[in-house]
């Protein structure tokens, strides 16, 4: 079983940055594509962005492209996902994946809690 743990997401202004992490404290997620996907209320969950696992790979949902990274450190068992230029719309709970896959999957198997992240006009 994979248990993946979020970092606080916050309150941020439109045009802030903010960067969230996830990591898995009992087993190493190195082998595993991982994943950040969001859901706004009323809404169904989105795929945001994706690593796969040695970090060579990834894919970015077009609404965020160019302005959220996805990054992972293999030594240190964590993922991250660097939002800037943050907007309004981009306001939703944010959830870690992780999947066993040599690429970058668009479907994931496991997920963490999910974290809030609020955008203010």
């Known amino acids: 079983q994979v248990q993946l743990v979020e970092s606080k997401g916050g309150l941020v202004q439109a045009g802030g940055s903010l960067t969230l992490s996830c990591t898995e404290p009992?087993?190493?997620?190195?082998?595993?594509?991982m994943g950040w996907f969001r859901q706004a209320p009323g809404e169904l969950r989105e795929f945001v962005a994706g690593?796969?696992?040695?970090?060579?790979?990834?894919k970015y949902a077009d609404s965020v492209k160019g302005r959220f990274t996805i990054s992972r450190d293999n030594a240190k068992n964590t993922v991250w996902l660097q939002m800037n230029n943050l907007k309004p719309e981009d306001t939703a709970v944010y959830y870690c994946?992780?999947?066993?896959?040599?690429?970058?999957?668009?479907?994931?198997?496991?997920w963490g809690q999910g974290t809030q992240v609020t955008v203010s006009s």
């Open positions: 009992r087993r190493t997620i190195n082998s595993f594509a």
């Open positions: 994946a992780a999947h066993r896959s040599n690429d970058v999957p668009y479907t994931y198997e496991y």
């Open positions: 690593i796969n696992w040695s970090g060579r790979s990834t």
